[in-house]
């Protein structure tokens, strides 16, 4: 399960801005991201080996991890004289006999990546939901039954209603939302689906 952690480097000072989860398909290619309550301070707890007080060994110790990393990439980041986003794509697996293991920098992007528009998409929803953020694909609607992008927007609408809560600026509390239209689109549809427990 592949985890992105994400930074922002301003001026001369590295900040962490959250952990997204990161989903692909059997042959790595991207599907979508993730994010779980808490994102900002602690993975998402469908990892192995994390649980919801972070007690366990990965749930602890990613947070460490990335604590220590924080001045060691901020002063490599200071001497290159980067400024902006920083992802670090991270694992968590099993080994051959079943172990759980942690590959904590399976590589780094300076760059705004689809995980930290997850987390930006996140800082708009209700506190406590979970989150998923994905590409429906041309290719995608073949196992729908849909012929085109609008009438399965439309089903996903009906289906999955969008539902905002809170004052005084509403938040979005459940529901799937397209975020480009699926009139015009052509290549694909950007979706965020919200829920108030995972797995939904």
Known sequence: LEISVH???????LRLVGYSGLTTDARG???????A???DRRIPLACPGADSEGGSW???????FYHALRPVLEEALR????EGPVGIDAMAYRDASGRCRWKP???MNPRYTMGRLTLALAERVMPGRYGRFQLFRRSDLRRTGHPGFAEWASDLRSRRPVVLEGEPVP??????LCLNDPETAKACVAVLTVDPRPGE
């Open 7 to 13: 930074f922002e480097m301003a001026g001369t000072r």
């Open 29 to 35: 290619g991207y599907l979508g991201n993730t994010f």
């Open 105 to 107: 920098v399976v590589e």
């Open 58 to 64: 990965l749930g602890a110790r990613v947070p460490r």
């Open 171 to 176: 938040r979005l509390s459940e529901g799937a």
């Open 37 to 39: 309550p808490g994102w």
């Open 79 to 82: 001497q290159e004289g980067y």
